[in-house]
């Protein structure tokens, strides 16, 4: 029986090049110069350090900006609040991987809305769906790409 897995992840290894270009960026950047600005990359949090908020925007748009051009699609950021410490302000950013019960059940719901003769299983941090026909596996990958959801989606595992 046909089936796909659907997952939401990213590539930590090009999340981290990135990073490091944006970084390389802001060093040699002359709006920049003589400013404490820098970037810090821990597991799944991205901190974004400089003196003031406007050079916080001009980092944050300068990581978004190599992200998306090493195929890291900016939807898994989750930004927080800009925060003073000092002389410096601080800006987390949260890294999103996998499916969350709650966005899970809501693909499943949409999977089961549109009728089609497939089942949708939530197993752990992914969806399983299977069918009878790959014609209908192929309808709900088109489906899920066009609904607007807030994380990005990747489909794997496609078997036959």
């Not at 916080?56 to 930004?79: E, H, P, T």
């Amino acid at each position: 029986m046909p089936s796909f897995d659907i997952i939401s992840e990213f590539d930590k290894h090009e999340v981290k090049n990135a990073v490091d270009q944006a970084s390389k960026e802001v060093d040699t950047r002359f709006d920049f110069k003589g400013t404490h600005s820098s970037f810090e990359l821990n597991d799944d949090k991205l901190v974004i350090i400089s003196e003031s908020t406007f050079q916080l925007q001009q980092m944050f748009s300068i990581v978004c900006a190599k992200l998306s051009r090493r195929g890291v699609d900016i939807a898994c950021l989750d930004v927080g609040e800009a925060k003073g410490s000092g002389k410096l302000m601080r800006q987390e950013i949260t890294l999103k991987q996998g499916l969350d019960t709650v966005m899970a059940k809501k693909i499943v719901k949409l999977i089961k809305d549109k009728k089609l003769k497939v089942q949708a299983a939530i197993q752990g941090e992914q969806v399983r769906v299977t069918g009878k026909k790959r014609d209908d596996l192929q309808e709900v990958i088109k489906m899920l790409r066009e609904e607007k959801l807030e994380i990005p989606l990747q489909f794997e595992n496609f078997r036959e």
